[in-house]
Nanobody, 113 residues
Framework: VQLEESGGGLVQAGESLRLSCFASVTTFRIYDMGWYRQVPGKQRELVAT???????KYADSVKGRFTISRDNANNAVYLQMESLKPDDTAVYYC????????WGQGTQVTVSS
């Protein structure tokens, strides 16, 4: 399983970004997918997950601002981030699990105040 993220960048507080992740698997629809983030010196933390059936979960810190979605036809999962805050600054990682955890290489999101 290979995961490739894109869409990070530098934005100002209050602005939006959309992250994309494409998975190199043959049966994408059976994978639960998610986004995590990490800042230097801290543990990687869950941002949002979406199950194979489309059920979503969010960290309390992003509820109401971030939306995770998936496109099974294109092996893709997205994270739409609205009303970004400086505390959202982190490297964002795409995640999935099949026997073991798989991670993308990460994409940097920087939110300036």
């Amino acid at each position: 399983v290979q995961l490739e993220e894109s869409g990070g960048g530098l934005v100002q507080a209050g602005e939006s970004l959309r992250l994309s992740c494409f998975a190199s698997v043959t049966t994408f629809r059976i994978y639960d997918m998610g986004w995590y983030r990490q800042v230097p010196g801290k543990q990687r933390e869950l941002v949002a997950t979406i199950s194979r059936s489309g059920d979503t979960k969010y960290a309390d810190s992003v509820k109401g601002r971030f939306t995770i979605s998936r496109d099974n036809a294109n092996n893709a999962v997205y994270l739409q981030m609205e009303s970004l805050k400086p505390d959202d600054t982190a490297v964002y990682y795409c995640w999935t699990f099949r026997v073991q955890n798989y991670w993308g290489q990460g994409t940097q999101v920087t939110v300036s105040s």
